[in-house]
C-alpha cells in the first residue's frame, strides 16, 4: 500500500514568491493534517481536514497561508508571498479516524526554504 | 495551554545501556500521549501510545500524571535505536498532536 506522499521534496524559492505543497493521503483517509517543523523549533500542527472540509485550522500562522482540500482527496498548501521565516519542513499526516487508536500516518515532508 | 517538553536535545548512549528519554507535557485534563521516531532518511512513525500500554521495540513508557510525565524507556540500548524521537500529545478526539522538539539518541557502539 502506497503511504502518503508529498510533492516536492524540496523546494527553494526568493521571498516574496509563491509555493505550492501538496500532500496525496493514503486512499480511503478522510483524515488529512499539516504541520511544520521550522529550524530549531518543535513540529507544530498548522490544520486538519475532515474530508473537503477544514475541522481546524486553528494553527495556521497567518493568511499568507491557504489550504485547499477539493474533493477530498488530496491537498494543497500555498503559501503566497513567502517570507523568510516560513522556511521549515512542512509534513503531511493521514488517518482513518480521529480517535486514539487511528494513527496518523506522515508523508516524508517538503523541505522550504525561503532566501 | 498545552504544551510538551523535552528538555534532552541529544541523548549518547553505548550499546546495551539503559536508555531514558524524557518527556512533560503540561495539560489540566486526561491527556493520552504518544511517542513517534524518525529514523535516518525514513520519515516520522509512531512508536507507541500511552493507551495500548504496548512495548515496541523493547520500549516502554509509562504515564504518570502525578509527575506530568511519559519518559520513554529501554533496558538495552541498540545501534539501530539511534533516531530522533518526539513525545506528543493529543487533548481530543480531532486527532491534533502537540509535539515536543525531540531528542536525538546516538548509540555507540
Known amino acids: 500500500e502506497a503511504g502518503v506522499t508529498q510533492f516536492p521534496s524540496h523546494s527553494v524559492i526568493e521571498k516574496g514568491q509563491t509555493v505550492t505543497l501538496r500532500c496525496d493521503p493514503i486512499s480511503g483517509h478522510d483524515n488529512l493534517y499539516w504541520y511544520r517543523r521550522v529550524m530549531g523549533k518543535e513540529i507544530k500542527f498548522l490544520l486538519h481536514f475532515v474530508k473537503e472540509s477544514k475541522q481546524d485550522e486553528s494553527g495556521m500562522p497567518n493568511n499568507r497561508f491557504l489550504a485547499e482540500r477539493t474533493g477530498g482527496t488530496y491537498s494543497t498548501l500555498k503559501v503566497q508571498p513567502a517570507e523568510l521565516e516560513d522556511s521549515g519542513v512542512y509534513f503531511c499526516?493521514?488517518?482513518?479516524?480521529?480517535?486514539?487508536?487511528?494513527?496518523?500516518?506522515f508523508g516524508p515532508g517538503t523541505r522550504l526554504t525561503v532566501l | 495551554a498545552q504544551r510538551v517538553t523535552q528538555p534532552e536535545k541529544l541523548l549518547s548512549v553505548f550499546k546495551g545501556a539503559p536508555v531514558e528519554l524524557k518527556c512533560n507535557y503540561s495539560y489540566s485534563g486526561s491527556p493520552e500521549l504518544f511517542w513517534y521516531v524518525q529514523y535516518s532518511r525514513q520519515r516520522l512513525q509512531l512508536l507507541l501510545r500511552h493507551i495500548s500500554r504496548e512495548s515496541i521495540k523493547g520500549f516502554t513508557a509509562d504515564l504518570n500524571k502525578g509527575e506530568t510525565s511519559f519518559h520513554l524507556k529501554k533496558p538495552f540500548a541498540q545501534e539501530e535505536d539511534s533516531a530522533m524521537y518526539y513525545c506528543?500529545?493529543?487533548?481530543?478526539?480531532?486527532?491534533?498532536?502537540?509535539f515536543g522538539q525531540g531528542t536525538t539518541l546516538q548509540v555507540k557502539p
Open positions: 506528543a500529545l493529543s487533548t481530543s478526539n480531532t486527532g491534533k498532536l502537540i
Open positions: 499526516a493521514s488517518s482513518m479516524g480521529t480517535n486514539l487508536q487511528d494513527t496518523q500516518y
